[in-house]
């Protein structure tokens, strides 16, 4: 069996760390399927939203050690670079569902989800300088824009672990459920985002990641977008059913 399972469910595509036995530790192979999910969610039209999980107890233990060395020897260090790549300029939403232990890679890659469930079991630690390394998927810059210079530095200089209930009071989740819960809402979210009007949620996306940095340079990208939107056929189907009192239908649009 793969060690990335890909499912698609109607508009949301399930993408699930599948090496338990391992811890879902991360192999180049992992890495390239998980590549290969994220190009194919912006490929297709269908596609609305990415869920990603692991399974088992832990949602992934970081790159896999062995692998990682063989890597390093062959010079090939940077195996991880297309992931990141592919996670950074994801247009598709992306919402992590995060169980158990979150290690390296398993914790920085989420400063760039959208939207993060997590277990009550959810253990975030960023051990980079305890094993001479330095932090990675640009969580330098973000983790300290997500929850204040301190606490960032906390994580990334002395890999303080950080339990769920704490990651939601500093804002690097948005929810934590029991562990029982935790997939049926991270698919009740998905299918909540899946249903909106698409091109305007990929639109605001790209305002919240990529948008002009000053308030004046937003504010007028947000102004072109905005009377585009006002004119497009989603809003037309908005403004439509508010008018006849029914749930809009955004289903046929891409």
Same mark, same amino acid.
């Given at each position: 069996m793969s060690d990335v399972l890909v499912t698609q469910t109607g508009p949301v595509l399930e993408v699930l760390f599948n090496r338990p036995e391992k811890k879902n530790a991360l192999t180049v192979a992992m890495y390239a399927a998980v590549v290969d999910a994220f190009r194919q969610a912006d490929d297709d039209p269908g596609i609305r939203v990415v869920l990603l999980s692991g399974a088992g107890d832990t949602f992934t233990s970081g790159n896999d050690i062995r692998d990682f060395q063989t890597r390093a020897a062959t010079d090939s260090a940077s195996h991880a670079s297309p992931f990141l790549d592919a996670l950074s300029s994801l247009a598709t939403p992306l919402i992590a569902a995060v169980n158990g232990a979150?290690?390296? &890679?398993? !914790? !920085?890659?989420?400063?760039?989800?959208?939207? &993060?469930?997590?277990?009550?079991?959810a253990l975030f630690v960023m051990p980079?300088?305890?094993?001479?390394? &330095?932090?990675?998927?640009?969580?330098?810059?973000?983790?300290?824009?997500?929850?204040?210079?301190?606490?960032?530095?906390?994580?990334?200089?002395?890999?303080?672990?950080?339990?769920?209930? !704490?990651?939601?009071?500093?804002?690097?989740v948005n929810q934590v459920v029991d562990d029982t819960e935790l997939m049926a809402t991270a698919r009740g979210v998905a299918a909540r985002l899946a249903a909106l009007p698409p091109?305007? &949620?990929?639109? !605001?996306?790209?305002?919240?990641?990529?948008?002009?940095?000053?308030?004046?340079?937003?504010?007028?990208?947000e102004l072109v977008l905005f009377r585009d939107r006002l004119c497009s056929p989603e809003a037309a189907e908005a403004f439509q059913a508010f008018v006849e009192k029914r749930q809009p239908d955004f289903s046929r649009f891409s």
């Open positions: 979150a290690i390296g &890679v398993g !914790t !920085t890659m989420l400063a760039h989800a959208d939207l &993060v469930i997590a277990a009550r079991s980079f300088t305890r094993l001479g390394l &330095v932090p990675e998927a640009a969580s330098s810059l973000l983790f300290p824009k997500l929850v204040g210079h301190q606490r960032a530095s906390a994580l990334l200089l002395l890999g303080d672990p950080l339990e769920a209930e !704490t990651a939601h009071a500093w804002g690097l091109a305007a &949620v990929r639109q !605001t996306k790209h305002l919240i990641k990529n948008g002009a940095p000053d308030v004046a340079g937003r504010i007028e990208q």
